[in-house]
């Protein structure tokens, strides 16, 4: 639908603004086409779907056109191309949050957005960004190219140790067939001091894998007394299975990947079933 023609009148203020309700589009609609910018930004919440969302479409750059805008010298001369993957409910989201401007799909981040996405980098618990940063300033593009520590890395997370109080939360008891061969399936990953626990009928030398799971493990194998007998990873969606050396497992925690190393946890302590809680004994 094209545009009405402005008048030709002595009021060259009238003319810069078209009558967006001459066009019969609701509110939402030339908010979404970018014609209009809402009288006043909705109070949102930036929700941990805005930010995931934000990433996508930051690092999706327009090349010619930033760079055309930057030679022009464009204030936020970024531009991004939205994915086709995000829907026009989700983008209309971002924009009405203000954290987007722009026309259609071509989308710039406002101040609030890069503030929100500048945040969400430095509150990653895996931050790589705050030991590796040599600027003063916070920089958004040094920040999303540093890299995770490898795993020969010695860097270790000294706040999960400093937190840690002795016990761990249950995700899930697995203590039946189904729940034994379900485990943690296309669940949300573990948090910090989180696991699943697995009870087995009888002992034996059980065996894991790691399929349909987005997120690395360790397991800690435990003997009728609850005593770490052995340790073994897995990498996300690992379908080779692993087991542990000892014919005598009765039980199995599994945690995050490394957390049990980081915590200093080792063969011959225990992680004991109280209270709903996974609870770390030391040995003597």
């Keep these: ?14 003319n810069d603004n078209v009558q967006m309700s001459s066009l ?3 509110d939402i609609q ?16 930036v929700s941990q779907k805005h930010i995931d969302l934000l990433k996508e479409i930051e690092k999706n750059q327009n090349d010619v056109v930033t760079a055309a805008n930057m030679l022009n010298n464009i204030k936020d001369a970024k531009v991004c191309n939205v994915p086709k993957t995000i829907h026009d409910n989700d983008l209309l989201a971002l924009k009405t949050a203000g954290l987007l401007t722009g026309s259609g799909r071509a989308v ?11 945040d969400a980098y430095l509150k990653d618990p895996v931050n790589e960004f705050k030991k590796a940063r040599k600027k003063e300033k916070f920089d958004l593009t040094e920040a999303q190219n540093v890299k995770v520590a ?14 840690f109080k ?8 697995a203590n039946n067939d189904k729940l034994l061969q379900k485990g943690l399936m ?4 573990l948090k910090d001091f989180e696991v699943a626990y697995f009870i087995f009928p009888s002992k034996g030398k059980h065996s894991f894998w790691n399929k349909n799971v987005s997120y690395p493990l360790t397991l800690a194998f435990l003997n009728s007394d609850h005593e770490i007998v052995d340790f073994k990873d897995m990498e996300a969606e690992q379908t080779e299975s692993v087991s542990p050396d000892s014919n005598f497992v009765k039980y199995v925690v599994e945690a995050n990947k490394d957390t049990f190393k980081e915590l200093g946890i080792k063969v011959g302590d225990k992680l004991e079933y109280k209270d709903n809680k996974i609870v770390f004994r030391k040995s003597n």
């Design 108 to 118: 710039t981040l406002t101040e609030k957005g890069r503030i929100a996405l500048r």
């Design 150 to 163: 490898s795993k020969k890395s010695t860097f270790k997370k000294i706040w999960l140790t400093d937190d």
């Design 166 to 173: 002795g016990e761990f939360d249950l995700r899930l008891i």
């Design 1 to 14: 639908m094209p545009l009405p023609i402005q008048s030709l009148n002595n009021f060259p203020e009238d």
């Design 186 to 189: 296309h669940s949300e990953p």
């Design 30 to 45: 030339i908010q979404l086409l970018g014609l209009s910018k809402p009288t006043r930004e909705a109070k949102v919440i």
């Design 24 to 26: 019969g589009l609701s």
